[in-house]
Structure formats: structure tokens, C-alpha cells
């Protein structure tokens, strides 16, 4: 099905379960593509393809994209008759095509053209985050005592056990340079292309990103059964089998980015594209204030991102150079992206800004450790009512979910871990934390019960408690707090 014909030289279809970009006319590529990745001037073919589905579906060609990605590319470009393979590269993932966020802008001359397909619910991370493969001279190996390591950074034990694996994209070298003569490299083909796209499918049967909407799921990529050899399960791709329901894991995420210019662009402002858009990316996360499964951070990505982005030649146009943010390649880049990784969020999670106000989603991050623990809401409320008297406890655990989303009591806690982070980056200094966090905790208690002008004395119930700047400390605050506001809320049963 045509998505689109954006601009003269390329045309956006997706069928089942890929979304692909038919050059008509020679394109400068630079991707994350494992097989025939890197920067390259002589593809015919760059696509998004579902490799899986996103929970318990090891094998197939998730694996095949892991251990073999050059027969990987092959038989999906025979499925979907497409290429030759040697002119094709491919992002994978387990996100559902139908569920891509596609959308262009235009200003003057300058088209550019962003799809995305994005999962994070479970393999959402923070640059930094422990890893868990290394890739080394017999490929990737699990590295032996990660899992203790993150235990010990963070003090709290895993409640599953289990090895696990994690993307670590790598793009591959493209080695398609110019040749000389007639008809070079770069320009073999595209007449072919440009003579089918005549028969193409006509604007009546185009799809807009206003068609795209469909069933949501979750996102992820399938577990493990076999370690390819000489590796582990700590897989490279998006695709690869490391971690899963088969493997007794959460499920993985990915968001993959297709991003097209119709304007040629230098090789290093290509590169800068890859630079903006992934900003733009980690921008979304930061709106819809994503958690890393990893650590105590908020996400900046996931472990099997990929992203590709092309440029199209134009004889006698001088070549863009910056894809900045002061220029504008970089401002479309940006809106674009950081729009299509929200909306293409909202599609496979159900994920939107207003269904991040819950008090069990901010404080997530505190309890997840290397993606396959967290706490559930009906745990987090037992541990908010221990100070509680028992009247008011088990009114406060029939109504936690009430509770947990009152926009006031969310604005408390999203308040405190904030300030939580920025002791951690260094903003404030340690010194102050009872005597910031006290207050802000006040405020909270005050929140929840409804009444600001029990602030003070909330306070200094507190300022003991705030004294410890644990992680556990820091709970019990929270649930002190909480404990405190909602017994007052109902101290006279009105």
C-alpha cells in the first residue's frame, strides 16, 4: 500500500509488516543496519520490517536476524519482493507496521520525511546504564557478573533470576563508493525504478498518517533458546533473542526512525542528522517521562534503537551542511521525530503524557532493576500504608488507584523525585537534603489531604525521617508523607 509520494525520488509503502522506502532516483544512506549498513549511495530499498511479534516468539527471523543478518536481508526481500538484497538495508524490531507514525514538512525547497516505530515497556534504558554482552574477538558473551553489579550500584536484589541479553546496535560499513564511466554505481537501477513507479498505486490508494491508526500492542523482541555460537544471549540488534517471555523476561523494546531529505546533504551533515534526530528522540521520552529499566534515571532510549536516514542527489544543488539547531534541516528534523516517536508511542503502549500523572509510574524507576522486577501498585500501596492505622489503611489500599492519580498527589511526588535527581547530578548540595526534602515532602502529605496550611506541621513530623538519603529512606519518606495526608484527609469521615 503507497503511503506516499513525498517528494520526486522516493516513494514510502508498507505492507504487512514492513514499511519501506522504494528510491526511485539515487539517495546517500547512512544507517544501523547490520547488513549493508553505513553509509551508502546505491540503495534501492531502505525499510522497517517486524521480525517478530512482541511477546513469546523466539526463532524465526528474529534469531535469523541475529545470527545470519546477510540471509536475514535476503528472504525478507524475497517475501516482499524487493531488491536485490546487496541494495537494501533494513532496521528490525517487533512493533506492529501498522501502527507507524508517518508525517512530512516542507519549508521552501526542503522536504523532509520522518516514520517511526517505537516500544519501550520493556527495555527502555539511560546512556550509561550497566550493560549486559560484550562483543569481543568470539562475538558477544553475557557479560559474567552483571546482574550482581547492578544489585550492588543499586541495593536492591532481583526477585527473578535468569540470564538476559541486550541489543547493542553497531552499523555496519557500507562500502558502495562512486565509479566511473556512463552510469555509475550509485545510478544503476533507478531507471528500473523510476519505470515501475508509473504503475504504482495512485493517490487514491495512498495512506496518510491520519490511516495509520490500529489495534495498539506492546513492543518488544523475543527471548532466547540457543546463543548463536561463539556468543551468548547478549544480542547486538533489535531482533536479536536476548531477553523475552520465552526466556522467562520482559519483553524488549525498539524505536526505529526512518528519516528522508529531498535535498542532497554532505556525508557529515548526514551524521548530524543521526545526532538531531536522536535527540529529538530522547526528548519525547523525557516528555513522556519514560523510565529506564536499567537504573534509577529516566530513560534516553532503548538497547536495540536503530535509525536510518537518506538524502536525496539533485544535480546543480549544492549540498546541505548543517543539520543543527540553528538551521532549519535541524528544526524539522527535530519537531518531526520527537511528534512521530510520541504518536507512534501512543499507538504500540498506549502511552500519553496524561497517563504518566500516577504517582506508581513516577517512583517505578526506584524499584526496577535490569528490566524484571517492579513493584505493582497494590505492593507500592502496602508499603505507602504502614503508618497508616488500619481503618485507614484499608480504605487507603480499596482506593490506591484513585489515589495514585490525583493530579495534586502526583505533582507531590513528581516534585520530590526530581529534586531526588538533581541531588544526584549534583545541583544542590548534600547538606541540604533534610531541609529540602522535608518541605517538599510536606507539601506533599498537605496534597493529599487537601489541606496546604498543615504544611508546617507536616514538616516537622518529617525532618527525622528526611535525614536518610537511601533509597529506602527516600520510600519511607515518600510513604510517610502520603501516610500522614490521606489519614488527615479523612480524620473527621468528611
Known amino acids: 500500500m503507497l503511503l506516499g509520494k513525498f517528494y520526486e525520488g522516493m516513494e514510502l509503502h508498507r505492507e504487512n509488516k514492513i514499511v519501506y522506502a522504494r528510491f526511485t532516483s539515487p539517495h546517500a544512506v547512512l544507517s544501523t543496519s547490520r547488513a549493508n549498513g553505513g553509509y551508502r549511495e546505491d540503495l ?36 516482499h519482493g524487493i531488491g536485490p538484497a546487496s541494495r537494501c538495508a533494513s532496521l528490525s524490531t517487533a512493533a506492529n507496521m ?24 520493556g527495555n527502555a534504558g539511560r546512556a550509561g546504564d550497566p550493560a549486559s554482552g560484550y562483543e569481543g574477538r568470539n562475538g558477544y558473551e553475557a557479560i559474567p557478573r552483571w546482574k550482581k553489579a547492578l544489585e550492588e550500584a543499586h541495593k536492591l536484589p532481583s526477585r527473578r533470576e535468569g540470564a ?32 515501475g513507479a508509473e504503475g504504482a498505486e495512485g493517490a487514491e490508494n495512498a495512506e496518510g498518517p491520519h490511516d495509520l491508526k490500529g489495534a495498539r500492542d506492546t513492543n518488544g523482541v523475543p527471548g532466547s533458546k540457543a546463543a548463536p555460537k561463539g556468543g551468548d544471549a547478549a544480542g547486538p540488534d533489535a531482533g536479536s533473542p536476548g531477553s523475552g517471555d520465552a526466556g522467562g523476561l520482559p519483553p524488549h523494546g525498539t524505536i526505529n526512525t526512518l528519516l528522508f531529505v529531498n535535498l542532497p546533504v554532505t556525508p557529515g551533515c548526514l551524521a548530524r542528522l543521526i545526532m538531531t534526530a536522536t535527540e529529538a528522540k530522547t526528548a519525547a521520552l523525557q516528555e513522556l517521562n519514560v523510565n529506564s529499566r536499567y537504573s534509577e534515571g ?4 532503548t538497547g536495540t534503537d536503530q535509525i536510518a536516514v537518506a538524502s536525496l542527489f539533485v544535480d546543480g544543488f549544492p549540498p546541505l551542511s548543517s543539520a543543527g539547531k540553528h538551521s532549519k534541516l535541524g528544526e524539522l528534523t527535530g519537531r518531526l521525530v520527537k511528534a512521530a516517536t510520541k504518536e507512534a508511542l501512543l499507538r504500540q503502549n498506549s502511552l500519553t503524557p496524561e497517563l504518566q500523572c500516577s504517582v506508581k509510574i513516577l517512583v517505578d524507576r526506584l524499584f526496577e532493576r535490569e528490566g524484571i522486577f517492579r513493584t505493582t501498585r497494590e505492593e507500592l500501596a502496602e508499603m505507602f500504608s504502614a503508618d497508616m492505622d488500619p481503618e485507614t489503611a484499608e ?26 535527581d538533581q541531588f544526584s547530578w549534583g545541583t544542590f548540595p548534600l547538606l541540604l537534603w533534610p531541609e529540602i526534602m522535608s518541605a517538599q515532602a510536606a507539601l506533599l502529605g498537605a496534597a493529599a489531604s487537601g489541606d496546604f496550611s498543615k504544611a508546617e506541621g507536616y514538616r516537622k513530623r518529617l525532618e527525622k525521617l528526611s535525614e536518610d538519603r537511601s533509597r529506602e529512606g527516600f520510600v519511607r519518606l515518600l510513604g510517610a508523607a502520603l501516610a500522614m495526608g490521606y489519614s488527615d484527609k479523612w480524620e473527621k469521615g468528611v
Open 44 to 79: 534501492l530499498y531502505l525499510f522497517n520490517h517486524q521480525a517478530c511479534e512482541p511477546s513469546g516468539h523466539g526463532g524465526g527471523k528474529a534469531m535469523q536476524g541475529y545470527t545470519d543478518p546477510d540471509s536475514y536481508l535476503e528472504s525478507v526481500c524475497a517475501q
Open 98 to 121: 501498522r501502527l507507524c507514525d508517518v508525517r512530512a514538512e516542507s519549508y521552501k525547497d526542503l522536504t523532509v520525511v520522518a516514520a517511526v516505530t517505537a516500544g519501550v515497556e
Open 164 to 195: 538476559k541479553g541486550q541489543g547493542q546496535g553497531d552499523a555496519g560499513a557500507g562500502d558502495a563508493r562512486r565509479a566511473g564511466g556512463a552510469e555509475t554505481a550509485r545510478d544503476a537501477g533507478y531507471a528500473e525504478q523510476a519505470e
Open 298 to 301: 529516566l530513560a534516553t532510549g
Open 395 to 420: 480504605l487507603f489500599l480499596c482506593n490506591s488507584k484513585a489515589a495514585f492519580c490525583d493530579p495534586a498527589t502526583a505533582a507531590g511526588v513528581a516534585a520530590m523525585m526530581h529534586l531526588r
